[in-house]
T-cell receptor
Framework: KNEVEQSPQNLTAQEGEFITINCSYS?????LHWLQQHPGGGIVSLFM???GKKKHGRLIATINIQEKHSSLHITASHPRDSAVYIC?????????FGTGTSLTVIP | DAEITQSPRHKITETGRQVTLACHQT?????MFWYRQDLGHGLRLIHY???????NKGEVSDGYSVSRSNTEDLPLTLESAASSQTSVYFC?????????????FGAGTRLSVL
Protein backbone atom coordinates (compact mmCIF):
# COMPACT_ATOMS: atom_id res chain seq x y z
CA LYS A 1 0.00 0.00 0.00
CA ASN A 2 1.28 3.44 -0.90
CA GLU A 3 1.66 5.92 1.90
CA VAL A 4 0.39 8.65 -0.44
CA GLU A 5 -2.58 8.28 -2.79
CA GLN A 6 -3.63 10.88 -5.33
CA SER A 7 -6.80 11.26 -7.35
CA PRO A 8 -7.58 11.51 -10.11
CA GLN A 9 -4.64 9.99 -11.99
CA ASN A 10 -5.53 11.90 -15.13
CA LEU A 11 -7.58 15.03 -15.58
CA THR A 12 -8.61 16.97 -18.67
CA ALA A 13 -10.20 20.39 -18.29
CA GLN A 14 -11.31 23.26 -20.48
CA GLU A 15 -9.49 26.53 -20.11
CA GLY A 16 -11.05 28.59 -17.34
CA GLU A 17 -12.36 25.67 -15.31
CA PHE A 18 -11.79 25.25 -11.59
CA ILE A 19 -9.64 22.20 -10.89
CA THR A 20 -9.21 20.10 -7.77
CA ILE A 21 -6.59 17.42 -7.18
CA ASN A 22 -6.80 15.32 -4.05
CA CYS A 23 -4.17 13.68 -1.89
CA SER A 24 -4.63 11.27 1.00
CA TYR A 25 -1.86 9.93 3.17
CA SER A 26 -1.58 7.26 5.82
CA UNK A 27 1.41 8.29 7.94
CA UNK A 28 2.06 10.97 10.49
CA UNK A 29 3.70 13.89 8.76
CA UNK A 30 5.95 16.85 9.40
CA UNK A 31 4.72 18.58 6.28
CA LEU A 32 2.90 18.01 3.00
CA HIS A 33 4.32 19.19 -0.31
CA TRP A 34 2.80 19.85 -3.70
CA LEU A 35 5.18 19.65 -6.65
CA GLN A 36 4.74 20.39 -10.33
CA GLN A 37 6.49 18.47 -13.09
CA HIS A 38 6.34 19.95 -16.57
CA PRO A 39 6.52 17.90 -19.77
CA GLY A 40 10.23 18.72 -20.01
CA GLY A 41 10.68 16.80 -16.77
CA GLY A 42 11.77 19.48 -14.32
CA ILE A 43 10.22 19.36 -10.85
CA VAL A 44 9.47 22.47 -8.82
CA SER A 45 8.00 22.84 -5.38
CA LEU A 46 4.68 24.70 -5.30
CA PHE A 47 3.71 24.52 -1.65
CA MET A 48 4.80 23.14 1.66
CA UNK A 49 2.17 23.16 4.38
CA UNK A 50 1.52 21.57 7.73
CA UNK A 51 -1.84 23.14 8.50
CA GLY A 52 -4.58 25.29 7.02
CA LYS A 53 -4.31 26.82 3.62
CA LYS A 54 -1.81 28.53 1.35
CA LYS A 55 -2.37 30.55 -1.80
CA HIS A 56 -0.02 31.53 -4.60
CA GLY A 57 -1.57 33.27 -7.55
CA ARG A 58 -4.27 30.98 -8.95
CA LEU A 59 -3.13 28.01 -6.89
CA ILE A 60 -4.54 27.15 -3.50
CA ALA A 61 -3.47 24.26 -1.27
CA THR A 62 -5.36 23.08 1.76
CA ILE A 63 -4.70 20.40 4.32
CA ASN A 64 -6.87 18.67 6.92
CA ILE A 65 -4.54 17.00 9.39
CA GLN A 66 -7.30 15.08 11.19
CA GLU A 67 -8.56 13.56 7.95
CA LYS A 68 -5.04 13.14 6.49
CA HIS A 69 -6.13 14.81 3.30
CA SER A 70 -4.96 17.68 1.15
CA SER A 71 -6.32 19.35 -1.95
CA LEU A 72 -4.69 21.45 -4.63
CA HIS A 73 -7.03 23.84 -6.41
CA ILE A 74 -6.35 25.76 -9.60
CA THR A 75 -8.70 28.62 -10.38
CA ALA A 76 -9.24 29.89 -13.94
CA SER A 77 -7.12 27.11 -15.40
CA HIS A 78 -4.87 27.85 -18.36
CA PRO A 79 -3.11 25.58 -20.88
CA ARG A 80 0.23 26.47 -19.28
CA ASP A 81 -1.03 24.71 -16.12
CA SER A 82 -0.77 21.42 -18.02
CA ALA A 83 1.69 19.33 -16.02
CA VAL A 84 1.92 16.46 -13.59
CA TYR A 85 1.12 17.48 -10.01
CA ILE A 86 2.76 15.41 -7.30
CA CYS A 87 1.79 15.22 -3.66
CA UNK A 88 4.50 14.28 -1.18
CA UNK A 89 4.67 13.99 2.58
CA UNK A 90 7.67 14.27 4.83
CA UNK A 91 7.79 12.33 8.05
CA UNK A 92 10.89 12.70 10.13
CA UNK A 93 13.58 12.62 7.49
CA UNK A 94 11.70 10.47 4.98
CA UNK A 95 9.78 11.66 1.96
CA UNK A 96 6.94 9.70 0.37
CA PHE A 97 5.59 10.65 -3.03
CA GLY A 98 2.30 10.01 -4.78
CA THR A 99 2.31 8.81 -8.37
CA GLY A 100 1.07 12.15 -9.63
CA THR A 101 -1.96 13.59 -11.38
CA SER A 102 -1.53 14.38 -15.05
CA LEU A 103 -3.45 17.54 -15.90
CA THR A 104 -4.21 18.69 -19.44
CA VAL A 105 -5.94 22.02 -19.94
CA ILE A 106 -7.46 22.45 -23.38
CA PRO A 107 -7.78 25.94 -24.90
CA ASP B 1 21.64 32.45 -8.71
CA ALA B 2 21.94 29.26 -6.71
CA GLU B 3 21.10 26.10 -8.59
CA ILE B 4 21.31 22.33 -8.67
CA THR B 5 22.67 20.68 -11.80
CA GLN B 6 22.80 17.10 -12.94
CA SER B 7 25.03 15.58 -15.57
CA PRO B 8 24.79 13.99 -17.96
CA ARG B 9 21.18 14.69 -18.96
CA HIS B 10 21.04 11.51 -21.01
CA LYS B 11 23.15 8.37 -20.76
CA ILE B 12 23.11 5.06 -22.57
CA THR B 13 25.22 2.28 -21.16
CA GLU B 14 25.58 -1.48 -21.31
CA THR B 15 24.68 -4.06 -18.71
CA GLY B 16 27.52 -4.62 -16.25
CA ARG B 17 29.24 -1.27 -16.70
CA GLN B 18 29.85 1.12 -13.85
CA VAL B 19 28.06 4.44 -14.26
CA THR B 20 28.30 7.61 -12.23
CA LEU B 21 25.69 10.35 -12.31
CA ALA B 22 26.78 13.75 -11.04
CA CYS B 23 24.81 16.17 -8.88
CA HIS B 24 26.13 19.59 -7.93
CA GLN B 25 24.32 22.25 -5.90
CA THR B 26 25.30 25.81 -5.09
CA UNK B 27 22.59 26.38 -2.45
CA UNK B 28 25.04 25.36 0.31
CA UNK B 29 22.40 22.86 1.45
CA UNK B 30 23.30 20.17 3.93
CA UNK B 31 20.69 17.69 2.69
CA MET B 32 20.96 15.97 -0.68
CA PHE B 33 18.83 13.19 -2.15
CA TRP B 34 18.77 10.85 -5.11
CA TYR B 35 15.46 9.56 -6.48
CA ARG B 36 14.42 7.45 -9.39
CA GLN B 37 11.16 7.93 -11.26
CA ASP B 38 9.45 5.11 -13.12
CA LEU B 39 6.03 4.80 -14.74
CA GLY B 40 3.44 3.67 -12.21
CA HIS B 41 5.61 4.65 -9.27
CA GLY B 42 6.10 7.88 -7.46
CA LEU B 43 9.58 9.20 -6.92
CA ARG B 44 11.48 6.62 -4.89
CA LEU B 45 14.38 7.44 -2.65
CA ILE B 46 17.70 5.77 -3.46
CA HIS B 47 20.20 7.40 -1.11
CA TYR B 48 20.40 10.58 0.90
CA UNK B 49 22.93 12.60 2.84
CA UNK B 50 22.57 15.12 5.65
CA UNK B 51 26.09 16.44 5.42
CA UNK B 52 29.69 15.78 4.47
CA UNK B 53 30.71 12.17 5.12
CA UNK B 54 27.09 11.23 5.91
CA UNK B 55 25.21 8.83 3.61
CA ASN B 56 22.08 6.78 4.17
CA LYS B 57 20.19 4.12 2.24
CA GLY B 58 16.75 4.82 0.94
CA GLU B 59 13.89 2.62 -0.17
CA VAL B 60 15.58 1.29 -3.33
CA SER B 61 19.31 1.42 -2.62
CA ASP B 62 20.39 -2.03 -3.90
CA GLY B 63 22.90 -1.67 -6.71
CA TYR B 64 23.62 2.00 -5.99
CA SER B 65 26.16 3.86 -3.89
CA VAL B 66 26.92 7.48 -3.02
CA SER B 67 29.69 9.39 -1.30
CA ARG B 68 29.69 12.93 0.10
CA SER B 69 33.14 14.44 0.25
CA ASN B 70 31.99 18.08 0.15
CA THR B 71 28.80 20.08 0.60
CA GLU B 72 28.18 20.70 -3.09
CA ASP B 73 28.33 17.23 -4.64
CA LEU B 74 26.60 13.88 -4.24
CA PRO B 75 27.53 11.55 -7.10
CA LEU B 76 25.43 8.42 -7.60
CA THR B 77 27.24 5.30 -8.77
CA LEU B 78 25.70 2.23 -10.30
CA GLU B 79 28.30 -0.42 -9.55
CA SER B 80 27.21 -2.84 -12.29
CA ALA B 81 24.37 -1.43 -14.34
CA ALA B 82 21.31 -3.63 -14.86
CA SER B 83 18.38 -3.21 -17.23
CA SER B 84 16.11 -2.74 -14.21
CA GLN B 85 18.02 0.47 -13.49
CA THR B 86 16.78 2.09 -16.69
CA SER B 87 14.96 5.09 -15.28
CA VAL B 88 14.95 8.84 -14.85
CA TYR B 89 17.09 9.94 -11.92
CA PHE B 90 16.54 13.14 -9.96
CA CYS B 91 18.84 14.77 -7.48
CA UNK B 92 17.44 17.19 -4.90
CA UNK B 93 18.72 19.30 -2.05
CA UNK B 94 17.25 21.10 0.92
CA UNK B 95 18.44 23.14 3.84
CA UNK B 96 17.70 22.95 7.55
CA UNK B 97 15.70 20.01 8.82
CA UNK B 98 15.11 17.72 5.87
CA UNK B 99 11.50 16.95 6.72
CA UNK B 100 10.50 20.58 7.21
CA UNK B 101 11.96 22.29 4.20
CA UNK B 102 11.21 22.26 0.49
CA UNK B 103 13.45 20.36 -1.85
CA UNK B 104 15.04 21.84 -4.95
CA PHE B 105 15.30 19.40 -7.83
CA GLY B 106 17.76 19.00 -10.64
CA ALA B 107 16.54 18.62 -14.21
CA GLY B 108 16.99 14.85 -14.17
CA THR B 109 19.17 12.28 -15.91
CA ARG B 110 17.56 9.79 -18.26
CA LEU B 111 19.54 6.54 -18.07
CA SER B 112 19.11 3.62 -20.44
CA VAL B 113 20.84 0.33 -19.68
CA LEU B 114 20.95 -1.96 -22.72
Amino acid sequence: KNEVEQSPQNLTAQEGEFITINCSYSVGISALHWLQQHPGGGIVSLFMLSSGKKKHGRLIATINIQEKHSSLHITASHPRDSAVYICAVSTGNQFYFGTGTSLTVIP
Amino acid sequence: DAEITQSPRHKITETGRQVTLACHQTWNHNNMFWYRQDLGHGLRLIHYSYGVQDTNKGEVSDGYSVSRSNTEDLPLTLESAASSQTSVYFCASSGGLAGKNIQYFGAGTRLSVL
